[in-house]
């Protein structure tokens, strides 16, 4: 076991870890918010109460690490308390990189906003790779983005990644295992912000009960759906159902047709004033932006999608007589949640690669050409 790399996704709201043994689900899968004390105090931190929700930190938002004091600890925790690595006596580790993004729509803007993205992409590398070296005595490391890995959690090179996540929402064409950069697709309206408008529902319907960003999230997990599509959700609008849910601590909420809207505001984004187009139509639109024309077709009938079913019946209107898109599954052979952990997955298989065949970065590499080396040997 311990001589199996480390794979780490770690995302805005969860952390996936653990050794690289792509048939089990990771050994390790935690919320990335932490709580700062004093070392004296920590057993004094009651984990049920609200100081620590209220002086959490985030170490990644939307995808982007942020604090990288606090994501330094929370790398410490996983690596010798979570997975039992032993100083001293570190291996290999495999991090499944956020995604290189453009994220505005008018041409010389978003030429702008991909050139500054790039910048602190790059710098982000060099200083996990700096960090992994040199503080945590790495004797192996590979950085791969977290699409590409999603990809080869099913069994294939090229297909399309469509990651709904808690700070953002990525589409990502993936050709023969690079990412096609100027077709990608990002918007800054996902789990968070969908947690942010079930509270601002509640707050009117529920004035005297107080939730806070964790309660919602529990919520959220429990009474929100998707419906079948945008005719259902009118239906379902127009009935005008409340359903009560019990919190943990025995309060009792009414719930209405928020638990629907959660679902449909990525199919309908004018629902809450964002005037862009649906997420199956923006997947169309970036695939149309691939080169060669002739890799569009395979990409929009291997779509790997890591949240919900609705997407291949919507995704469907889209297609042609030529050309039908498909989700594809994972093998049968994989885990229950591949898709749920595709990312990690996905870099668990690639590990089996890349630190047997020596094509990761080494500790001499590093010594030698310094941080930046990341960019000429992670892809």
């Not at 790997?304 to 209107?317: D, G, H, P």
């Not at 590990?351 to 040997?377: C, M, S, W």
Request: charged content about 25%; overall charge negative; proline content about 4%.
């Amino acid at each position: 076991m311990a001589a199996e790399a480390i794979v780490i996704d770690a995302g805005s709201r969860l952390l996936k870890a653990g050794f690289a043994i792509p048939e089990q689900d990771p050994q390790l899968v935690m919320q990335t918010a932490m709580t700062k004390a004093d070392e004296g105090d920590i057993d004094k931190i009651d984990l049920n109460g609200d100081d620590w929700k209220e002086n959490a930190v985030n170490p990644i938002e939307r995808g982007a690490i942020h604090d990288w004091e606090a994501m330094e600890d929370l790398w410490r925790y996983v690596f010798y308390t979570g997975l039992g690595w032993e100083v001293g006596n570190e291996g290999q580790i495999l991090i499944a990189d956020s995604l290189l993004t453009r994220k505005a729509s008018l041409f010389l803007l978003s030429f702008l906003c991909f050139l500054r993205s790039s910048f602190f992409h790059f710098i982000a590398r060099e200083k996990t790779v700096q960090l992994m070296f040199e503080t945590f005595n790495v004797n192996g490391f590979y950085a791969v983005e977290q699409p590409v890995l999603s990809v080869y959690a099913v069994g294939r090179i090229s297909g399309c990644a469509v990651d709904v996540g808690h700070g953002k929402i990525d589409i990502a064409p993936v050709w023969e295992g690079g990412i096609q950069h100027n077709a990608v697709k990002r918007f800054e309206y996902a789990g968070q912000d969908l947690t942010e408008l079930l509270g601002t529902k509640l707050a009117k319907s529920n004035p005297h009960t107080k939730l806070d960003g964790f309660a919602l999230e529990q919520i959220k997990e429990a009474v929100a759906v998707s419906l079948d599509d945008s005719v259902d959700y009118e239906k379902k609008v127009a009935e005008g159902s409340v359903i009560e849910h019990t919190l943990p601590d025995g309060r009792v909420i009414s719930v209405g047709s928020e638990r629907y809207t959660l679902g449909e505001v990525l199919y309908q984004p004018s629902l809450v004033e964002i005037q862009e187009y649906g997420i199956t139509e923006q997947l169309v639109r970036s695939l149309s932006l691939c080169s060669p024309a002739e890799c569009q077709k395979p990409l929009i009938e291997n779509i790997v999608l890591c949240f919900e079913a609705r997407f291949q019946k919507e995704v469907s209107l889209h297609g042609t007589p030529s050309l039908r898109p498909s989700v594809v599954k994972p093998p049968e052979y994989m885990p229950e949640r591949t898709l749920q952990y595709s990312a990690w997955i996905g870099g668990a298989i690639l590990a089996k690669v890349v630190f047997p065949q020596n094509q990761h970065l080494t500790k001499g590499d590093y010594d030698e050409y310094g941080p930046n080396i990341v960019h000429r040997k992670c892809y």
